[in-house]
């Protein structure tokens, strides 16, 4: 791996430029914040790319990444695509000696996420998933206070995201472009209940879908994402998660994580976390106002790792798990069995 002596040394770029969440902007400032100096953009829609050279004057600006692979001498490259475009776009930079960050999730199979291992360690070059949410408030308090022992022994984790209405009509819809209606929120979930269950080793994933509801009412039609995936998966020391992500549920609950321990439950939620836990007879409920998120730490740990050589945090076999997950889901619920992890 290259070394750099200073962080303004990282020439940094995107691919993908995209109205939708202004994430090529964002992602080049959250770089430039860390000290890295944003160089390049590749971009299909020529009308984007003249908003990077307004938003970055003097930014260098490509029609593929190809382009910027050939012309640029850019060295890490965030990649900000549709989820089905992530393995491809990242091995080919990587091939190219380019460092990677990917959007989450990773990419939609886990073969996906070997392939892309697999080049980064050929080329000896970083490669990474953008989880800033590992730095949310909620799961960095979720965490601090379930280390502290607050519920007792964690053994079950409870995710869920979603609510009733037709889904919008845009890429993330399609299945086969998104990987499916777990794939969105469902990777930050993921992330946020492997966080709840460090340390534990997955040994087997069953997965369930509702498929048709809204598929004849959306632009994507047959395409279009499972109206509702659920997954169970088992742990070696016997603890389970559940992820449901729905666009069914005419009674959502409350809180996107719930964590039930032998002293208690804990409801992770916006704004506050809430623990519920039994005394004398009764039951205490106690509610903890958030602290900020911290998601800056991402791009700052890319840059101390590549500049100081600072452990990566967010590492690709940590990254390459919610999509091992996701992907035996999908798997099992076409097979309507349960099916072994490759990885723990």
């Keep these: 791996m290259k070394a750099f002596k200073q962080a303004c040394d990282v020439k940094v770029g995107v691919v993908g430029y995209g109205g939708a969440f202004n994430m090529g902007r964002a992602h080049l400032n959250e770089m430039k914040r860390a000290g890295m100096t944003p160089a390049a953009v590749a971009e299909i829609d020529e009308a984007r790319l003249e908003v990077a050279q307004q938003d970055f004057p003097g930014i260098e600006t490509y029609s593929s990444l190809g382009a910027m692979l050939k012309k640029s001498d850019v060295n890490l490259i965030t990649i900000i695509t549709p989820h089905n475009t992530h393995a491809r776009l990242a091995v080919q930079a990587l091939k190219a000696g380019r460092h990677v960050v990917c959007e ?31 730095w949310d408030g909620p799961i960095l308090q979720a965490v601090q206070h379930i280390r502290d022992g607050l519920i007792g022994e964690v053994f079950r984790v409870e995710a869920h995201m979603g609510g009733y209405g037709k889904p919008g ?7 086969t472009i998104s990987g499916g209606v777990m794939y969105d929120w469902g990777v930050h979930l993921l992330e946020y209940s492997l966080q709840l269950l460090a340390g534990e080793e997955m040994t087997e994933v069953a997965g369930y879908a509702k498929t048709g509801h809204w598929a004849p009412q959306t632009k994507w039609k047959g395409d279009t994402n499972e109206d509702e995936g659920y997954c169970v998966v088992r ?40 623990a519920i836990t039994p005394a004398d007879g009764r039951t205490v409920i106690t509610r903890y106002p958030n602290p900020p998120g911290e998601g800056w730490k991402f791009y700052q740990n ?6 100081m050589g600072e452990k990566l945090i967010i590492t690709p076999e940590w990254s390459r798990r919610p999509i091992h997950i996701l992907d035996l889901a999908s798997r099992s619920a076409r097979q309507g069995a349960a099916l072994k992890t490759k990885y723990a």
Excluded at 122 to 130: E, F, I, Q, W
Excluded at 169 to 175: F, I, L, M, N, V
Excluded at 241 to 262: C, H, I, M, Y
Aim: with cysteine; aromatic share 10%; hydrophobic share 40%.
């Design 104 to 134: 989450k999730p990773l990419a939609i199979t886990t073969a996906e996420c070997d392939a892309m291992i697999a080049a980064a360690k050929a080329a000896k070059v970083v490669l990474s998933t953008y989880h800033n949410r590992h």
């Design 302 to 307: 890319i840059a101390d790792h590549l500049v």
């Design 235 to 274: 742990f070696k020391s016997g603890a389970r998660l559940s992820l449901q992500a729905t666009s069914l549920d005419a009674n959502p609950k409350r809180g996107f994580v719930e964590a039930t321990g032998t002293k208690g439950s804990y409801i992770m939620d916006w704004g506050f976390n809430e």
């Design 169 to 175: 009509d845009w890429w993330r819809t399609s299945k």
